[in-house]
């Protein structure tokens, strides 16, 4: 990913995002760097322009090496896991979530912006 994107690496970080998200847009992109499908969507991610950043923080899970990760995510905010996935997060919620080739850069902005 490249710096605007944090790595989202430890369950503990959850909670300091769900806060996070009280007062400002999370977004968590689910990656699997097994699936070509995955890379696909961090690829549609990558083309945000610059100025969006402003608008949300961005966590990148590598859930293959982080599956605990994943699976707390999960459980805490009540979506079905899938791989790739986008999950945003606003009052401690998730609000909107996407996967596979449901990935797409116009929903991103819509839902952040809303």
């Given amino acids: 990913m490249n710096s605007h994107w944090k790595v989202l690496d430890h ?3 959850l909670s300091d995002i769900a806060k996070q998200s009280q007062h400002r847009p999370q977004v968590l992109f ?3 760097t097994r699936c070509s499908i995955s890379t696909m969507a961090m690829n549609r991610l990558l083309r945000l322009d610059d100025a969006f950043y402003n608008n949300a923080d961005f966590y ?3 859930l293959i090496a982080h599956r605990d990760v994943s699976a707390a995510i999960a459980e805490q905010f009540h979506v079905h896991h899938e791989s ?8 401690g919620d998730a609000t909107y979530d996407a996967s596979h080739m449901e990935i797409t850069v116009a929903e991103l902005v819509s839902e952040v912006n809303e």
């Fill in 30 to 32: 689910k990656h699997s």
């Fill in 11 to 13: 369950v503990d970080l």
């Fill in 60 to 62: 990148y899970l590598d």
């Fill in 84 to 91: 790739p996935q986008v999950i945003v997060l606003k009052q």
